[in-house]
């Protein structure tokens, strides 16, 4: 059975303070909600993750990822932290390829696929990010950018590390717009990625792998989404800063 996952990524938000009151919130609140397959992840910005991971504790059902790690594993990259880094301070999952770093960073295919191999090679868990802008929806090729996204960042893993990857997959289009994709169409875009997983590494290794929607989820839609075969999970935004609304999503799964 795929692990059912609700991510809350922070982004560049919340002080100390917040970040910690946040957290606790959610901690108080999905205490007695999270159980068996159901894992929550609270992405925080680099100077939370050692207090907020202290603060979550050894609970198995929440914890705590970074936003991003370097490609190179040390050496005279100021600003930039590695995934030895993140796992000696015990951090087992990493985001990987946001539409942001995509876009705002110019992070390709070749780069994410380094930082793929580096989080791996350290017991990091990647949470792999893959979707389409408008223009390209409009056109009608989507299907075809999210597969080369896909491919282009993970076909080289073999079985047993592709399973180890997270994909979240974010149609660009409506993340912080208030724009959601129709549950139909989360549902088709998962079963492209499923299938094209399928058909380099078989059916049954795809159907191990969580595909995760990332479209401003909020707890309106996420019961809908939640329900579709092949949405395992969301990698929810603005709404994870708010603990009641992240709350009520994590109860939708």
Known sequence: MRQKIVAGNWKMNKSLEEATILASEVKGMVADEVKGNVKVI?????PYLITINNLL???NHISVSAQNC????????TGEVSAPMLKSIGIPYVILGHSERRQYFGEDAKLLAKKVDVSLKHQLIPIFCC??????????GHEALVKKQVEESLFH???SAVQKVVIAYEPVWA????????????QDMHAVIRKHLASKYGQSVADTISI??????NAANAKELFACPDVDGGLVGGASLKS??????????
């Open 57 to 59: 504790g050894k609970d």
């Open 70 to 77: 370097s490609e190179f594993e040390s050496g005279a990259y």
């Open 212 to 217: 995760l929607y990332g479209g401003s989820v």
């Open 157 to 159: 893993l073999d079985e």
């Open 244 to 253: 009641r609304e992240f709350t009520e999503i994590i109860k939708s799964i």
């Open 42 to 46: 609270l992405c925080t910005p680099f």
């Open 131 to 140: 979707g389409e802008p408008l223009e390209v929806r409009e056109k009608g």
């Open 175 to 186: 993340i912080g717009t208030g724009k959601t994709a129709t549950s139909q169409q989360a």
